[in-house]
């Protein structure tokens, strides 16, 4: 079996779907359940033996060390993480907490039950940590896309604890051979993405009649990926990726902020125009900037595409489509999410944004 931390979230739980339902093998998930983590993301494995879920904190070196050794996995998947970079602007202590010591502490109790295992066992053991493109910084309009060997440049205290991270995972490799593997892949977008995000949240905005709210010019460029297309590339990663590579993932799908929202508020009018007949793209709205915000994105997926034969198989079209369906067909899930903590983010994040 393997065991992912973070599987409670948006791309882990997508994984953890995905994973059981091409491969079969069971996974062992440990999750905190923050505010990001929604158990109803995996209420088709309910009652499924091949999904064990533990809810617990990474930095729990005594409970990491007996899922260990109690379950005895071939690999760690490691999605377990603070990831909106807005709500480390506003409070930078968890994210401190949960992507630097916490990922520390997995690596000390990881590398204590890998140097135990038999040598077969040992071999053919892998750590893959999932990290982003923000760890290289912000583009220019004109620069190449980020390789596997652009230069680390983090801006926020989100990106910069995600490489803090990656730096950890390298040196774990580098000083005591652990093997591991890490990905860098843009932004996600699918089913199950917190209302906090960009997408989700323009669709749920939209949908209530809410301001659409453009962060500064709307001109910033993002590199959107299919969740589902991630999760294949985690498993040819996992399957084939050599011992302490870094491998880029991304979409080929650059495109600025306003078009997203605009593409967003067109399949919206499609699917299900408002109701005073007005096209939702009406709602949108300009608000100061976020602080040191990355003005571009991309990704250069060639290394993945050439050594492990992947390559996304939504384009954005298509994918964003999906998305937009599926957050309709599940209004349901969204309404379970946006009470209590959720209407105290969006008043922290949103209330002192007067209009640009
Ligand atoms: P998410 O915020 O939706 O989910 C994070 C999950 O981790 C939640 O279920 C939460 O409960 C859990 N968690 C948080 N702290 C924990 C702790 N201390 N111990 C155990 N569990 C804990 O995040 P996501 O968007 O699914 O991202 C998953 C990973 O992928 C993160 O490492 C993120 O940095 C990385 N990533 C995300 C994107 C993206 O676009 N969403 C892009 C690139 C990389
Ligand atoms: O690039 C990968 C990263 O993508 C991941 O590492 C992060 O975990 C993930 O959250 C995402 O970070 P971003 O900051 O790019 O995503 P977010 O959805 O927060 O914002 C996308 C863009 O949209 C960004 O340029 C900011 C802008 N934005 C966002 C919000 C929430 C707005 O204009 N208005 C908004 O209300």
Redesign the pocket.
């Known amino acids: 079996m393997i065991l992912v931390?973070?599987?409670?979230?948006?791309?882990?739980s997508n994984f953890i779907l995905d994973w059981i339902a091409a491969t079969g093998e069971a996974v062992v998930n440990?999750?905190?359940?923050?505010y990001?983590?929604?158990l109803e993301n995996l209420a088709n494995l309910k009652d499924d033996p091949r999904h064990i879920f533990v809810q617990?904190?990474?930095?729990d070196r005594v409970l990491v060390a007996k899922l260990l050794s109690q379950h005895q996995p071939r690999a760690i998947i490691h999605?377990?993480?603070?990831?909106?970079v807005d709500r480390s602007i506003h409070g930078p202590g968890e994210f401190i907490?949960?992507n630097i010591n916490?990922t520390f502490s997995l690596l000390e109790e990881v590398r204590a039950y890998w140097q135990e295992l038999q040598a077969e066992e040992k071999a053919a053991f892998r750590f893959l940590h999932?990290?982003?493109?923000e760890v290289y910084g912000s583009l220019g309009a004109n620069d190449p896309p980020f390789t596997e060997t652009t230069a680390y440049a983090p801006n926020s205290p989100y990106s910069a604890s995600?490489a803090a991270s990656d730096h950890l995972v390298r040196a774990y490799h580098h000083t005591y051979g652990l093997p591991t593997l890490t990905t860098n892949?843009?932004?996600?977008y699918g089913a199950f993405?917190?209302p906090e995000?960009l997408i989700p949240l323009i669709i749920l905005n939209a949908l209530n009649g809410k301001p659409l709210p453009i962060y500064g010019d709307g001109m910033n460029v993002r590199d959107w990926l299919y969740v589902g297309d991630h999760c294949a590339a985690i498993r040819a990663v996992l399957a084939g990726g050599r011992l302490g590579e870094t491998y880029n993932i991304g979409g080929w799908n650059e495109k600025t902020n306003l078009d997203v929202v605009n593409t967003v508020c067109a399949i919206l009018d499609e699917l299900k125009p408002a109701a005073n007949s007005k096209p939702y793209a009406s709602l949108i709205t300009y608000v100061k900037d976020r602080p040191g915000h990355d003005r571009r994105y991309a990704i250069d997926a060639r290394k993945i595409e050439r050594e492990l034969g992947w390559k996304p198989l939504e384009t954005f079209e298509t994918g964003i489509r999906k998305t937009v369906a599926w957050y309709l067909d599940n209004m349901g899930w969204v309404e379970n999410i946006v009470s209590g903590e959720y209407q105290q983010w969006m008043k922290a994040n949103y209330q002192n944004r007067e209009k640009a």
């Open positions: 931390t973070g599987g409670a979230g948006f791309i882990g440990l999750d905190k359940l923050t990001a983590g929604n617990g904190d990474i930095n999605f377990a993480a603070e990831s909106h907490q949960t916490g999932v990290s982003t493109d995600k892949c843009s932004n996600n993405q917190f995000k």
